[in-house]
């Protein structure tokens, strides 16, 4: 073919193009501007990846700087995770930045670098309640709710698997529990307001068919969902085309309709009719039963620290979820404008419940961006026993923070229902890489907590941490957020038994460095290559 003739079709197609945006009108400005709008658009699209690629320094795109995602994707692939020459994070200038304080001596230290002890939480896991199933939950760190349906089902099978292997719990989200979760890793069964996969042909809640579903897995508790962090108090709709057979069964609803998730449940109306629901779970199932919840409004909270001080009626744990958490596609003004952060809404929901004398009756999990040890670390300072990750789960099985979830496109098929989109993703290979994420995650909190001092996470206090506020002040944790002496660390008895667990019989000489072994060589250079 001539030159002549492929300039030719070149500009043939250029001017059918035009002519096509100048006689339109739905766009004003193709009409304008015929065909040179259209890279206005192109590069529109590819926006978030030229921005994570080429436009922003190390640490400055949100919701993952490129430094916390290179992090993650290194500790995923068991690659080296250091960086070098020192931070690029302005610390000098910047206000609330939290500052870790390390202890020149420490009172008790895991004799192991915890390598096989493992990092277990330091609670039991509805052991006040007296749960048939109680429990003490062998990780700190576990994978927080995504449901099968808004995940595809290789990349449920990745986090299961990745669940099993590093020995911790996997949270089904409010989808249901499909045969993606059932790996082998244990699970938190997730009810939300449709009660998908326990619920009658009305929609409304059945407790027989919960204890059908708790008993065919390994279940380990369950978790009520009033709210989550991307989208407090909103409910949902999965239009009827996206009801596959599978997730029709998974979830209990015909095909071929619309599937709303009310805002509000209907097995409760409010703090003393949800105590019974709990109960009535907890008792029929014998596993421990907690809630989910962003925060808003505290009345709901100071009702329940009021219902639960008379210790006939309780839940079991209470996850908070920030509102910089993500998963859940949201309209725009949920996501940036509804609910408390992290560290804001667990500071008024754990002092509500210390001021109670309850902290010590309750397990307080954490989640909204906690996937990273310097969030973690602040999270069990100011009183979590445990955290759970979304994202960081995510990006360590592939995610590329393309931030197209609610589009079905979702190129490493991570977030999609597309199967051509989810072949891509192998279960058994990024269930490594979402084990080793974990493991990594796990070892990084031991590092911290033996430079502090102590012998585990939940032993790191509001006064081991400061928080910057600009270049002159420092006030700690404790005075930040308003807690009074004693908030945020265990009780005497909670605390020796974790340090003996952890360091039995008392602290010792350490013979050799954690660091031992790793090295100090630069990010491998496909730290931001997950394919």
């Known amino acids: 073919m001539k030159l ?40 529109e699209t590819i926006g978030p990846e030229l921005r994570q690629y080429i ?15 290179s992090w993650i994707y290194a500790s995923s692939k068991q690659e080296n995770n250091y960086s070098g020459f020192g931070t690029d994070n302005d610390i000098e200038h910047l206000p609330g930045y939290a500052i870790i304080k390390h202890r020149t001596f420490a009172d008790s ?56 292997l590093a020995g911790c719990m996997h949270n089904t989200g409010e989808g249901g529990l499909s045969s993606h979760h059932r790996q082998g890793g244990d699970i938190v069964l997730q009810i939300g307001t449709a009660y998908f996969g326990c619920r009658n042909e009305d929609g409304t809640f059945s407790i027989d068919r919960l204890k059908e579903v708790v008993e065919s897995a390994p279940v380990r508790a369950v978790e009520i969902k009033l709210s989550q962090g ?25 095909m071929g309709q619309d599937c709303a998730s009310p805002s509000r449940h209907t097995a409760f109306t409010d703090t003393d009719s949800l105590l019974d629901f709990v109960e009535l779970i907890a008792t029929e199932t014998g ?30 744990f209470v996850t908070i979820d920030g509102g910089e958490g993500g998963t859940g596609a949201s309209p725009r003004i949920f996501a940036d404008s509804i609910a408390l952060p992290f560290r804001m809404g667990f ?54 923070q393309s931030q197209k979830c609610h589009t079905d496109r979702c190129p490493t098929g991570v977030a999609t229902q597309d199967p051509w989109l ?6 058994t290979e990024k269930g490594q890489r979402c084990a080793q994420y974990v493991r990594t995650f796990r070892k990084e909190l031991v590092k911290v907590s033996e430079a502090v001092g102590v012998a585990h996470p939940g032993l790191i206090t509001p006064d081991d941490v400061d928080i910057l506020q600009g270049d002159y002040e420092a006030v700690s944790l404790r005075a930040a957020y308003g807690y009074e002496d004693g908030w945020g660390a265990l009780g005497p008895d909670l605390a020796r038994q974790i340090s003996e667990l952890m360091a039995p019989g008392g602290s010792r000489p350490e013979r050799d460095s954690i660091e031992q072994g790793e090295g100090e060589k630069p990010l491998g250079h496909d730290a931001e290559s997950v394919t």
């Open 4 to 43: 002549s003739q492929v300039l030719g079709g070149v500009g043939i197609a250029i001017g059918a193009v035009a002519a096509r945006d100048l006689t339109q009108k739905k766009h004003a400005l193709m009409r304008n501007f015929p065909v040179l709008a259209h890279a206005r658009y192109w590069l």
């Open 287 to 316: 596993v421990p039963v907690g809630i989910k919840s962003a925060v808003g409004e505290m009345g709901f909270w100071y009702d329940l620290a009021r219902h639960m001080s008379r210790r006939d009626r309780g839940v079991d």
């Open 347 to 400: 500071s008024r929901v754990y002092g509500t419940f210390a001021a109670a004398g309850l902290s010590d009756d309750v397990t307080f999990i954490g989640s909204g961006k906690l996937g990273l040890p310097d969030n973690a670390v602040v999270a069990f300072a100011l009183g979590a026993d445990m955290v759970s990750v979304a994202r960081e789960a995510m990006l360590a099985i592939g995610c590329i």
């Open 230 to 254: 991307a989208k407090p108090g909103l409910g949902g709709l999965l239009p009827a085309a996206k009801v596959t057979r599978e997730i029709s069964e998974i979830r209990g609803i015909p």
């Open 422 to 427: 989810a072949h891509g993703l192998d279960p």
């Open 109 to 164: 230290l895991p004799h192991d670098h915890a390598e096989s002890t493992g990092l277990p939480s330091a609670k039991i896991l509805g052991g006040p309640r007296g749960r048939a199933k109680a429990f003490r939950p062998e990780s700190v760190v576990n994978v927080s709710g995504m449901s099968f349906g808004s995940m595809s089902g290789n990349a449920i099978q990745a986090l299961n698997r990745g669940a099993k």
């Open 55 to 69: 436009v922003t320094s190390n640490d400055e795109e949100r919701p993952f700087s490129r430094d916390q995602r």
